[in-house]
């Protein structure tokens, strides 16, 4: 069993910056995807970025150029940097990994608010 457990989220102005953080813990086999999705109210969940074991990157358009996905290996941890962050950009951010064994976990979530 993996516990993923997201942090950063916070209340935030429209131009500002925040640093997601999500720590795998637990019975872990080799984790192969680690990223980040988010759902906004009243909308489904969608992909945020992904990053491989070997540092290959996928992000959503929206989000290209603002949001910086990174990991740490060693640490079993996975980070999202956010720059000049919109309303829009308002969700619940989910943590997510992929194992070699084929297992997929989700975090419970960190709330993310952009607003002035």
């Given at each position: 069993q993996v516990q993923l457990v997201e942090s950063g989220g916070d209340l935030v102005q429209p131009g500002g910056?925040?640093?997601l953080s999500c720590a795998a813990s637990g019975t872990i086999f080799s984790i192969l995807i680690m990223g980040w999705?988010?759902?906004?109210?009243?909308?489904?969940r969608e992909l945020v970025a992904t990053i491989t074991r070997g540092d290959s990157t996928n992000y959503a358009?929206?989000?290209?150029?603002r949001?910086?996905?990174?990991?740490d290996n060693a640490k079993?941890?996975?980070?999202?940097?956010m720059n000049s962050l919109k309303?829009?950009?308002?969700?619940?951010y989910y943590c997510r990994?992929?194992?070699s064994n084929g297992m997929a976990y989700w975090g419970k979530g960190t709330l993310v608010?952009?607003?002035s």
């Open positions: 910056s925040l640093r999705y988010r759902q906004a109210p009243g909308k489904q358009d929206s989000v290209k150029g949001f910086t996905i990174s990991r079993n941890t996975v980070y999202l940097q309303s829009e950009d308002t969700a619940v990994v992929t194992t608010t952009v607003s």
